[in-house]
């Protein structure tokens, strides 16, 4: 974990009510906002409905790999919740409650009685099944919840918070700071990009595989449009990457543009 380039992120989100449009997804968006601020980036992402054995399957290949992941949802203790039963079927462990689990979420509900100005009854049904929200894979250890003290957990370098951002957010914030500080990069990744009128994507290829040859730091983008209400037809040509080789290799892309012949529009920088 000494550096950015030898490792990715992954985003598992898990949920029907993301895949059948009851809810639109605003997981990946934040995330990458997140990543982005400590200078990282997301490398891929997948989404997952509630199926038991697509769950699963997609946790094993997070738990075999190199990658850094992120599941969001299922981890509650309803019926259509299976994210904990399926990490642990993935992992080939058995689960169990977590002893810190159970006490944050003991603390939830004596906290909860106390608003509500009711005694707070352990042993009542529903606070009983409550303790299995603090199931997890053995060998589990838990992401703190600062909205209502309801853990995540981590195996490994994959890590599970809930479906709601509000809780999510700053757990996925807390294992970025609290495990990967020595990942984050002071110097950010940067992008700077240009309107180009008049090439097709096929013959700039040669100038854009140049580009990333001699700037290993650097990736370059292509984004054709053909309907854009300001520029029309246009490619939008760019490089993003590391800040220090950023400004070289856009002044050579531009350059290998304009010899070309194409016509160069607004510059773009973010």
């Known amino acids: 974990m000494s550096s950015t380039e030898s490792r990715a992120f992954g985003l598992i989100i898990v949920g029907d009510e993301i895949l059948s449009g009851k809810r639109a997804d605003k997981h990946m968006s934040r995330i990458i906002e997140l990543l982005a601020s400590r200078g990282l980036s997301l490398s891929w992402a997948e989404y997952v409905g509630d199926e038991p054995a697509r769950i699963t399957e997609a ?17 509650g203790a309803t019926p259509d919740d299976h994210t904990r039963q399926c990490a642990a079927a993935a992992l080939g462990v058995p689960l169990a409650l977590h002893p810190q689990a159970a006490e944050l979420i003991r603390e939830r509900m004596r906290d909860t009685a106390r608003e509500q100005g009711t005694p707070y009854e352990p042993d009542r049904a529903d606070n009983v099944h409550r303790l299995n929200m603090g199931v997890f894979p053995e060998g589990a250890s ?6 209502n003290k309801i853990p995540g957990f981590s195996v490994r370098d ?35 990009s240009l309107i180009v009128f008049g090439a097709m994507e096929a013959s700039l290829t040669p100038l854009m595989e140049a580009v990333e040859t001699d700037f290993p730091g650097i990736k370059v983008f292509s984004l ?33 543009v304009s010899d070309f012949g194409a016509s160069i529009g607004p510059e773009l920088v973010r």
């Open 224 to 256: 054709p449009s053909v309907d854009h209400p300001q520029y029309g037809r246009h490619i939008e040509l760019g490089v993003k990457g590391d800040v220090r080789q950023l400004e070289a290799a856009y002044a050579r892309l531009k350059q290998g």
């Open 59 to 75: 946790l094993r290949r997070a738990f075999a790999g190199p990658d850094i992941v992120f599941s969001t949802g299922g981890i």
């Open 142 to 147: 838990i992401i703190p919840n600062p909205y």
């Open 158 to 192: 994959v890590h599970f918070v809930p479906g709601f951002p509000v809780m999510a957010w700053p757990m996925v914030e807390w294992v970025l700071d609290q495990r990967y500080a020595p990942l984050h990069r002071e110097l950010a990744v940067a992008e700077r």
